[in-house]
């Protein structure tokens, strides 16, 4: 972990679960005091637009817990557009969709299609190829293409009742689930064969592509996708929930659990990630290190080595000073016998 002086992140993070248990401890204080768990819409929303569709409310009650309402949405929409990072708004759209025109899900009454997830999918239209009674499932866009073989995740030809099952072209970057019959939420459920013909078609969207790698390959890279999560957005598609008059507020409550399991998918998305690119930085470090050491065995020097070198190389050099100095030695011998003539 990095260490730094000008910005304690461990210190700021203290602050916030600091700040986080103070008003924790100013709501218990509340309800309390007053005897009542819900003193504000901020206290339980869903809870709120519960009691609002209660007949022992009257309309004008509903008008104030409606006003309340509509500011939770805008500030929904407020965190939404700045929640951002290196400038780039983060919640309304990042990285590549798909589009909500794509026939596999707009037959999804057919195919059983529930949801759609992106892991890297290129912006492309994917055809898928299901022929009935094969037991596989081929998806590509031309150029690529994937077969997966959905026998053992199938009740015979179809999905089993009351469950899910997902397709996961993961070459693709695209996973599909498929519902049996008797699934709440799903209109349709999938018999081998349904999805043939369907489309998908991918969005090209505005950052979501992590470079996690040396390489310019996709295997070096993390798609991510994030929907735009905003409360009046497409995803959350709380623009026109009302808690203003009875009838209202009881269909509200099918809308705000349906954004409320949206948003806890895609933190399960996001936190998937999170996973992902902690195992990769793990490989990462373990890369660099067997590279570090691979560069250490070539450029540093073995002191041993180089101290056993040395050695030799000093006693041969004083060996040769000796065996210079014998023959100088020699030299002298012939003066002497000069001497004597």
Same mark, same amino acid.
């Given at each position: 972990? #990095?260490?730094?002086?000008?910005?304690?992140?461990?210190?700021?993070?203290?602050?916030?679960?600091?700040?986080?248990?103070?008003?924790?401890?100013?709501?218990?204080?509340?309800?309390?005091?007053?005897?009542?768990?819900? /003193?504000?819409?901020?206290?339980?929303? @869903?809870?709120?637009?519960?009691?609002? =569709?209660?007949?022992?409310?009257?309309?004008?009650?509903?008008?104030?817990?409606? %006003?309340?309402? =509509?500011?939770?949405?805008?500030?929904?929409?407020?965190?939404?557009?700045?929640?951002?990072?290196? /400038?780039?708004?983060?919640?309304?759209?990042?990285?590549?969709?798909?589009?909500?025109?794509?026939?596999?899900?707009? %037959?999804?009454?057919?195919?059983?299609?529930?949801?759609?997830?992106?892991?890297?999918?290129?912006?492309?239209?994917?055809?898928?190829?299901?022929?009935?009674?094969? =037991?596989?499932?081929?998806?590509?866009?031309?150029?690529?293409?994937?077969?997966?073989?959905?026998?053992?995740?199938?009740?015979?030809?179809?999905?089993?009742?009351?469950?899910?099952?997902?397709?996961?072209?993961?070459?693709?970057?695209?996973?599909?689930?498929?519902?049996?019959?008797?699934?709440?939420?799903? %209109?349709?459920?999938?018999?081998?064969?349904?999805?043939?013909?369907?489309?998908?078609?991918? $969005?090209?969207?505005?950052?979501?592509?992590?470079? &996690?790698?040396?390489?310019?390959?996709?295997?070096?890279?993390?798609?991510?996708?994030?929907?735009?999560?905003?409360?009046?957005?497409? $995803?959350? /598609?709380?623009?026109?929930?009302?808690?203003?008059?009875?009838?209202?507020?009881?269909?509200?409550?099918?809308?705000?659990?349906?954004?409320?399991?949206?948003?806890? $998918?895609?933190?399960? %998305?996001?936190? !998937?990630?999170?996973?992902?690119?902690?195992? !990769?930085?793990?490989?990462?470090?373990? @890369?660099?290190?067997?590279?570090?050491?691979?560069? !250490?065995?070539?450029?540093? #020097?073995?002191?041993?080595?180089?101290?056993?070198?040395?050695?030799? @190389?000093? &006693?041969?050099?004083?060996?040769?000073?000796?065996?210079?100095? $014998?023959? /100088?030695?020699?030299?002298?011998?012939?003066?002497?016998?000069?001497?004597?003539?």
């Amino acid at each position: 972990m #990095a260490l730094r002086i000008n910005t304690d992140l461990s210190a700021l993070n203290a602050n916030r679960h600091w700040g986080q248990a103070n008003r924790a401890v100013s709501a218990s204080l509340e309800r309390l005091s007053s005897g009542l768990r819900i /003193n504000r819409a901020s206290d339980d929303a @869903a809870g709120l637009s519960v009691q609002s =569709s209660s007949s022992t409310l009257t309309d004008t009650n509903r008008e104030s817990t409606q %006003t309340e309402f =509509s500011q939770l949405v805008a500030e929904i929409d407020r965190i939404a557009l700045s929640t951002t990072f290196n /400038n780039r708004v983060l919640l309304t759209g990042f990285g590549n969709s798909i589009d909500a025109s794509s026939s596999t899900l707009t %037959t999804s009454n057919v195919t059983g299609v529930t949801d759609i997830r992106l892991s890297g999918a290129q912006a492309s239209t994917f055809t898928f190829v299901d022929t009935a009674g094969d =037991s596989q499932i081929s998806l590509g866009n031309g150029s690529v293409s994937q077969t997966l073989s959905v026998g053992t995740i199938l009740d015979g030809s179809t999905v089993a009742t009351g469950t899910q099952v997902v397709a996961n072209f993961d070459r693709l970057g695209v996973q599909v689930t498929l519902a049996g019959a008797s699934v709440t939420g799903a %209109t349709g459920q999938f018999s081998d064969g349904d999805l043939g013909g369907t489309q998908i078609v991918v $969005q090209s969207g505005t950052g979501g592509s992590f470079q &996690i790698g040396a390489s310019d390959s996709s295997f070096n890279r993390i798609e991510v996708s994030v929907p735009d999560l905003r409360a009046t957005g497409p $995803q959350l /598609n709380l623009s026109s929930t009302s808690v203003a008059s009875l009838s209202t507020a009881q269909s509200a409550i099918t809308s705000i659990d349906s954004a409320i399991t949206a948003v806890a $998918q895609e933190r399960g %998305t996001i936190g !998937s990630v999170q996973n992902r690119l902690s195992f !990769s930085i793990s490989a990462t470090d373990e @890369a660099i290190t067997s590279i570090q050491a691979s560069e !250490s065995t070539i450029s540093d #020097a073995d002191f041993a080595a180089e101290v056993s070198s040395l050695t030799r @190389a000093q &006693i041969l050099s004083q060996a040769a000073v000796s065996i210079l100095a $014998q023959a /100088n030695t020699q030299r002298q011998n012939v003066l002497v016998l000069l001497q004597d003539l």
